[in-house]
């Protein structure tokens, strides 16, 4: 978990990153404090416009934000963050940007593998030669493939719904 705190307006400078920034990207917490711009220049291109628009929101709502996106590392890998952020008010009235990431990026590939995983299956339902049918506790079709619709002489979309002995 890497917290940090950043000026409530641009440039998108930060004040700290806490130092467990370093074993998740490989770069140093006063890299990403020294530079100005240095956080958006490690953001992935096809990231920034969220990342930018988030920035935005959070100065604006009172209430976190919270967005994924993904850092490049010192070494090119692609790094998922959930990035928790919020306005902070403090004592003498100065406000700030406070936040969290968190590394999701094993959740990420977990996510594209069942993506890719659910894929082939609905591939191999969809175009099986082989009536097939997916039915709930009580025995009625909740999905059914054009094969088993053609066979009962029933499109699927009238399936659903409806037990066997309805048909």
Known sequence: LVTYVAPFEAPWSFDYVSPQIEPLLGFAA???VSEP?????RVAAD????FLATCAAVRSAGE????????????????????????ATAEDGSVTVQGFLADITREKELELALARERAQTDAFFR???VGMAITDADGRFV??????????GVSAEEH????LRDL
Do not use: C, K, Q
């Open 30 to 32: 006063e890299d990403w």
């Open 64 to 87: 976190p934000v919270t967005v994924e996106y993904r850092l490049i590392a010192h070494d090119g890998r692609e790094v998922w963050v959930r990035d928790v952020a919020t306005r």
């Open 143 to 152: 999905r059914v493939n054009e094969a088993l619709a053609r066979m009962n």
């Open 127 to 129: 175009d099986s030669s």
């Open 37 to 41: 711009d240095f956080w958006l220049g």
């Open 47 to 50: 990231d920034r416009e969220l």
């Open 160 to 163: 659903v719904g409806r037990h």
